[in-house]
Structure formats: C-alpha cells, structure tokens
Nanobody, 118 residues
Framework: QVQLVESGGGSVQAGGSLRLSCVAS????????MGWYRQSPGKQRELVAR???????SYADSVKGRFTISRDDAKNTVYLQMNSLKPEDTAVYYC????????????WGQGTQVTVSS
C-alpha cells in the first residue's frame, strides 16, 4: 500500500519560514519524481516545486528564490523549505509521487495546511 504522509504545516506571519516533510512508503522512492503542489480555496491545484530522481529541481515562478525542494532517498523523504512566506502562499500543500513513465503524479498525500498572516 502506497502512503505519502506530509507534516510541517502550520500558521506563520508573513516573512516567516516553514519546512514541510513528506515520507513515502510502498514505492521505490529513489525511482520517483517528487513534487509539492498547493491548492487554495477557489483555485486549481498548482505545482510548486519538483525534484527528479537525479536531483534536478524546478519551481513555480511565484516561489523561485524563496522555496527549496530537496530529497533524502535513504529516508524516503522529500522536503520543502519555505522562506519569506507571503499571505498568498496560504494553501493546502500536497506531496505527490510520479514515476518517469507517466505524465502526471500517481500518488498523493493527504495535504497539510499552511496559513500565512499579514
């Protein structure tokens, strides 16, 4: 059974930082591309950051320079370090796993709420 379990969400003031973690089980983690997505009320889910099996990263323009995605294959964990948070970063953040053979994520976590107050 595949499980992706996020943690680290919470409430912070603008300018603050949070670090999200996502622990995966039931998959060959080192063979999957991992991503962080977010969804706020009334908006579509959007890709925030992605890291490939080889460690290459990509980011949404809105978070470049503020967020950093990383992975620890020994711990089956992907992280999202979020700095200089803004109120518009408020959303539910989801971890997702995608094998290289597919065009979109196959597995999703349950989400963790991030709330940034001004």
């Amino acid at each position: 059974q595949v499980q992706l379990v996020e943690s680290g969400g919470g409430s912070v003031q603008a300018g603050g930082s949070l670090r999200l973690s996502c622990v995966a089980s039931g998959i060959a983690f080192n063979r999957f591309r991992m991503g962080w997505y977010r969804q706020s009320p009334g908006k579509q889910r959007e890709l925030v950051a992605r890291i490939t099996e080889t460690g290459s990263t990509s980011y949404a323009d809105s978070v470049k320079g503020r967020f950093t995605i990383s992975r620890d294959d020994a711990k089956n964990t992907v992280y999202l370090q979020m700095n200089s948070l803004k109120p518009e970063d408020t959303a539910v953040y989801y971890c997702a796993a995608q094998s290289p053979l597919t065009s979109r994520p196959e597995y999703w976590g349950q989400g963790t709420q991030v709330t940034v107050s001004s």
